[in-house]
C-alpha cells in the first residue's frame, strides 16, 4: 500500500519545549518508533510542519542582521527541510533496523503568480515585535506587519495554494526503488513561474494542503495526517463537544462550511481530507500521533470515506 503520512508540529516539540536538540531528537525518535511498524511493508511518505523551526531561523537570521543580510523564507523553509529531513530520515532507518534506508527531498511547491493571498498576506511568522521595530523591519525588508489577535504585531506572509509538487515524478522513482521518504517539509517552498523562470515567493504553503496534494499525484491509496488530538470534532471545547470517528466527505464538507473548523488549525486539516477523498475515492484520517498504527490502521481517529 502506498499512503502519505503528515506528522503535526508534536512530532518534533511538546508543549512547553523550547527545542533544545535533545528534546527535538527525543521527540523524532518517538514519532518514528510509532511509524516503523505502518511503514514496514509499504510504500510511504512522511511530510512535516516547520513552524517553530522556520521561525527560529528568521529570528536568528534577524538578530545579526546588522552584519549579515537575512536570508528569504524559501532559504529558512530549504534549511528546516534539511535540518528535520536528516533528523527524520536517521531515526526513520534506526526504528526500521536498517532494514530499509529513508531519504529527505527538498520539495518545491508550485503556487499561481495570481495567487491572491500574495496581495494579502495573512500568516504570521515569527515573534511578536514592538511597533518601533515592526516600522524599522518594513523600512529596511520591506516586510509587513499586521496586529495579532493575541496582542501585538507580528509579520505576515502570504499563504498561496499549492497547485503542483514538483518532486512528485522523483518521490514516485523514490518510491518504487523501496525508499522510505521525507518530503514536502512545511508544505514546501513555494515557488512560481514568471517568464520561464521558477521564482520564489515569500510565504508559507500549508503543510496538510501541500500533502494532501502530493497524496493525490502520488496515486497514494492513503492520506493520514496525525496530530495532538484524537481527531476531529464538531463543537470543539465547547458544551457538546463530540468526535467524529467515520464521517463521509460530504458531511464534512458541509460541516466545514458551516464553520465547525477554524482556519489556524484543524480547518486546512479537514481540506485536505476533503480534497483527497473526493479527488481519489479513498479514504483519509485524521488522528493522534500517540495511536499512530491505530489511525493508519483506521481503528482510531477520524475517517473520511467516499460517499
Ligand atoms: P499540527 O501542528 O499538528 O499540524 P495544529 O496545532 O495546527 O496542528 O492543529 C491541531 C489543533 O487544532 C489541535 O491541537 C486542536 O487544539 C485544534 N482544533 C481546533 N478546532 C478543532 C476541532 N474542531 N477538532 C479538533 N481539533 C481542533
Ligand atoms: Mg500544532
Redesign the pocket.
Known amino acids: 500500500m502506498r499512503m502519505v503520512v ?6 518534533i516539540l511538546s508543549k512547553g519545549e523550547k527545542g533544545a536538540p535533545s528534546e527535538i531528537y527525543r521527540n523524532i525518535r518517538t514519532s518514528a518508533g510509532l511509524l516503523a511498524g505502518p511503514i514496514a511493508d509499504n510504500e510511504v511518505v512522511i511530510t512535516h ?1 516547520n ?1 517553530p523551526q522556520v521561525g527560529y531561523l528568521l529570528e536568528a537570521m534577524m538578530s545579526v542582521s546588522s552584519t549579515y543580510p537575512p536570508q528569504g523564507i524559501d532559504v529558512a523553509d530549504a534549511m528546516t527541510q534539511g535540518w528535520l529531513g536528516y533528523l527524520l530520515q536517521t531515526a526513520l532507518e534506526e526504528a526500521l533496523e536498517y532494514r530499509r534506508r529513508a531519504v529527505a527531498i527538498i520539495t518545491r511547491v508550485l503556487v499561481r503568480g495570481d495567487d491572491p493571498s500574495l496581495s494579502n498576506p495573512t500568516k504570521p511568522v515569527g515573534r511578536f515585535v514592538s511597533k518601533g521595530e515592526a516600522e524599522e523591519l518594513s523600512r529596511r525588508f520591506g516586510w509587513t506587519f499586521r496586529e495579532d489577535p493575541r496582542g501585538g504585531l507580528r509579520r505576515v506572509v502570504p499563504s498561496p495554494e499549492p497547485i503542483d509538487v514538483l518532486e512528485a515524478p522523483i518521490i514516485d522513482g523514490m518510491l518504487r526503488d523501496g525508499l522510505v521518504v521525507i518530503a514536502a517539509g512545511g508544505g514546501g517552498i513555494p515557488v512560481t513561474m514568471v517568464n520561464g523562470r521558477l521564482v520564489p515567493i515569500e510565504g508559507v504553503v500549508d ?2 494542503l501541500t500533502s494532501s496534494l502530493l497524496a493525490i499525484k502520488l496515486g497514494a491509496d492513503k492520506f493520514v ?13 465547547k458544551p457538546g ?1 463530540a ?1 467524529l470517528r467515520e464521517v463521509s466527505v460530504n458531511q464534512l464538507k458541509k460541516l466545514y462550511l458551516e464553520g ?3 482556519p ?7 481540506l485536505a481530507a476533503i480534497r483527497f477523498v473526493e479527488s481519489t475515492g479513498r479514504a483519509a484520517a ?1 488522528g493522534s ?1 500517540d495511536r499512530a498504527p491505530d489511525v493508519i490502521s483506521g481503528s482510531a481517529g477520524t475517517v473520511v470515506v467516499p460517499d
Open positions: 503528515a506528522l503535526g508540529g508534536n512530532a510542519g513552524g503543510k496538510d495526517i496525525l496530530t495532538d488530538v484524537e481527531g476531529v470534532a464538531i463543537n470543539f471545547g463537544q468526535w465547525h473548523f477554524p489556524g488549525s484543524i480547518g486546512p486539516k479537514v485524521i500521533l
